[in-house]
Each structure stands twice: as structure tokens, then as C-alpha cells.
């Protein structure tokens, strides 16, 4: 029981210093020990009450995405995701900020598309210049850099 309540207390500690994260984890962890003891029923209603903040606040920043400048919206999932290090919250935030990456990333080659499209080639060649240069984790980063390679030699540039 010495080590619950001190797992406890470590868990009110993060939480006091917003390592949300980590206290999330500690609490849920304490939760399952001895779950019929009021010490763990208090774990659990702490871990359900930062999941649930959790949970809200992510929906936010997914509702945010189109309503917000890219940046503002990368630095607050940077400042989510630290906050909940440690934690499932951590990785959900990961998962979100790769989203946000990618659905940047196609919009600027949808328009370098386009771009070229209408033969539009140094726009075009802008385009996916920005794209390589602003996007390297982008899931799709290899396929456009051969694509702007093959396109560098169909018009004879360098």
C-alpha cells in the first residue's frame, strides 16, 4: 500500500508540474492495482478526468486545422503532445501532427500539379521546390522528388 501512495503522490506531482502525460500513466497504473481501494478509485477518477481534458483538447486542435494558420495549430500540437509525454495522448498528437504534415504537403502538390498542368513549368518547378524544401517527412517526399527530377529532365532543366 506504501508503494501505491507513493505512486500517488508522484502522479499528483507531474500533474502539478503539467506533466500531464505522465501523470495520466501513473494513474492509470495505480488504478489497476487494487482498483476496491479508495486510494485507486481516486487514481481512476484523476485518469478519467485528464483523459477526458485530453481527449477535448485534441478535438480542438483537429477542429483548428482548417481554421488556423498551419503553424500556430504545428506548435500547439508540439506543446499538446510534450505536455502528454509519456503517455497514449503522446502518440495521438504524433499521429495528428503527421496528418496536419501530409495534408499540407498535398495541397502544395495538387497546385504544383496543376501548375504544370497548364504548362506552367517554372511555377511548377517552384512548387515542388517548396515542397522538398518545407516537407521532408511527408509521406509522399520520395515520389515528388522523382517526379521533379523526371519533370527537370522532360524540360531540360538542371
Do not use: W
Not at 48 to 59: I, V
Not at 80 to 93: G, L, M, V
Not at 131 to 157: C, D, M, S, W
Amino acid at each position: 500500500m506504501k508503494q501505491v501512495a507513493s505512486g500517488f503522490e508522484k502522479a499528483q506531482t507531474a500533474e502539478k508540474n503539467s506533466k500531464l502525460g505522465e501523470a495520466f500513466t501513473i494513474y492509470t497504473q495505480i488504478a489497476e492495482i487494487l482498483p476496491h481501494t479508495e486510494l485507486c478509485h481516486t487514481a481512476n477518477k484523476s485518469a478519467t478526468r485528464l483523459a477526458t481534458q485530453a481527449e477535448t483538447k485534441l478535438e480542438q486542435l483537429k477542429e483548428a486545422f482548417d481554421k488556423k494558420p498551419y503553424a500556430e495549430v504545428t506548435k500547439a500540437l508540439t506543446t499538446f503532445r510534450n505536455t502528454y509525454s509519456n503517455s497514449i495522448f503522446e502518440a495521438r498528437a504524433t499521429q495528428l501532427l503527421s496528418e496536419l504534415l501530409n495534408a499540407k504537403a498535398d495541397a502544395l502538390e495538387a497546385r504544383a500539379l496543376a501548375a504544370e498542368a497548364e504548362k506552367n513549368y517554372v511555377r511548377a518547378l517552384q512548387l515542388y521546390e517548396l515542397y522538398l524544401t518545407y516537407f521532408p517527412e511527408a509521406e509522399r517526399y520520395a515520389a515528388v522528388q522523382k517526379h521533379l527530377k523526371n519533370l527537370k529532365q522532360k524540360i531540360g532543366t538542371k
